[in-house]
């Protein structure tokens, strides 16, 4: 199979906001009494403006029980992406990463999109600057171009199709078997799980999360050692000697599953600790371990959890309700390009859906 890696040299984070300027925006510590008080405040704004809160597995617990208690919701990106577009609510309230919000605005693009923060960003998004991505797309013209969600408007305006990690391995393999070639970008671990589940032939630009690349397979297995009846779960954004290790591999949604069906008590968790409180609700009487970030080898710039998600809280969600501000805009042409990727990847997995839901006895043949 031929697989090349397209080795970027300005992956680094150091964009518009570095991972040092994420933790230094990051909010402060709230007393109980400010806490209830600003939720108190965001309930009444989230009312008074007829908004719904979007918030992701990894921000702060306090926005993940915000949300579902408004009637929002807390999910994968894809289920955020769904959510966004089919609710009635004409304001969209963000609490997660840029390109969530700019997924938001491509898909409802009637609706206002707001974000506690726009500089919450995501490494795999600055690793992958559109106009170095349009180079590589244009020397390799044969390839249908697969781009993971989190990625710039602009990357995804140049896409033929757009995936989350809960619909990339059907999706390319589904590519692979009609004789596809594709172009992958930009999680290079993740790309690389993929084409060793499906065979594909991919092409892979060279980015990271710099959350998931963190796991140490050499730590994870001493562990390992400690808690041999535990369960292994983990993100495939994780380096190989990790997702090697794992008994379940996938999305966020996927490893909550796996610990609120799994009958095994203990569980380490290769992901943004983000994911725990969530894990901790549905599945209180399980035992969650945080996979090890650190040891010999450990370069943490984030001990498994993500700055830009940590940047979303409380003041700054009742300031962007507040004043409206900051919103998510985006380009009317990227717009239209970006929203064709993002479609392609919804009716798909919506196909998918209802192809299963149809051989579902009881439910009635396709
Ligand atoms: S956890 Fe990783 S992939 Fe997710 S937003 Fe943060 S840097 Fe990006």
């Known amino acids: 199979m031929d697989t090349q890696l397209f080795d970027y040299t300005k992956q680094d984070a150091s964009g518009t906001c570095s991972t040092a300027l994420a933790w230094a925006k990051t909010p402060a510590l709230l007393t109980p009494s400010q806490r209830n008080a600003l939720a108190d405040r965001a309930r009444a704004l989230l009312?008074?403006?007829?908004?719904?809160?979007?918030?992701?597995?990894?921000?702060?617990?306090?926005?993940?029980?915000?949300?579902?208690?408004?009637?929002?919701?807390v999910s994968d990106s894809l289920e955020m992406a769904r959510f966004g577009r089919d609710h009635a609510a004409q304001t969209l309230v963000v609490a997660g990463v840029r390109f969530m919000g700019e997924t938001a605005k491509i898909l409802s693009p009637e609706k206002r999109v707001l974000?506690?923060?726009?500089?919450?960003?995501?490494?795999?998004?600055?690793?992958?600057?559109?106009?170095?991505?349009?180079?590589?797309?244009?020397?390799?013209?044969?390839?249908?171009?697969?781009?993971?969600?989190?990625?710039?408007?602009?990357?995804?305006?140049?896409?033929?199709?757009?995936?989350?990690?809960?619909c990339a391995l059907d999706i390319v393999a589904d590519l692979h078997a009609k004789g596809q070639k594709i172009l992958w970008a930009p999680d290079r671990h993740l790309g690389r799980y993929i084409q060793e589940q499906t065979g594909a032939d991919m092409l892979m630009w060279n980015g990271a999360c710099i959350v998931h690349d963190e796991f140490k397979g050499l730590e994870l297995e001493l562990l390992r050692e400690q808690h041999p009846h535990a369960q292994i779960l983990v993100h495939p954004e994780s380096p190989k000697s990790v997702v090697d290790m794992a008994h379940v591999v996938g999305s966020t949604s996927a490893l909550i599953k796996a610990?609120?069906?799994?009958?095994?008590?203990?569980?380490?968790?290769?992901?943004?600790?983000?994911i725990l409180h969530r894990m901790r609700q549905l599945a209180p009487g399980k035992t969650l371990i945080e996979a090890p970030t650190a040891g010999n080898s450990a370069t943490c710039k984030s001990c498994a959890h993500c700055p830009w998600m940590a940047m979303n809280g409380l003041a700054n969600l009742v300031d962007c309700l507040e004043s409206g501000q900051p919103q998510i805009h985006v380009e009317e042409t990227t717009r239209v390009l970006a929203q064709r990727c993002i479609n392609r990847m919804l009716d798909f997995t919506a196909a998918r859906k209802k192809a299963a839901a149809g051989m579902t006895p009881g439910i009635g043949a396709a």
């Open 115 to 166: 974000m506690p923060d726009l500089d919450a960003t995501c490494s795999l998004d600055l690793g992958c600057p559109a106009d170095d991505f349009a180079a590589f797309c244009d020397a390799h013209p044969d390839r249908q171009v697969v781009v993971y969600a989190n990625t710039s408007a602009a990357v995804k305006a140049r896409a033929d199709w757009m995936v989350t990690s809960s």
């Open 47 to 73: 009312k008074q403006h007829n908004a719904v809160l979007v918030a992701h597995y990894y921000v702060d617990g306090l926005l993940q029980d915000l949300a579902l208690e408004t009637g929002g919701i």
């Open 259 to 274: 610990v609120v069906e799994g009958t095994a008590q203990e569980y380490i968790v290769a992901t943004d600790n983000g």
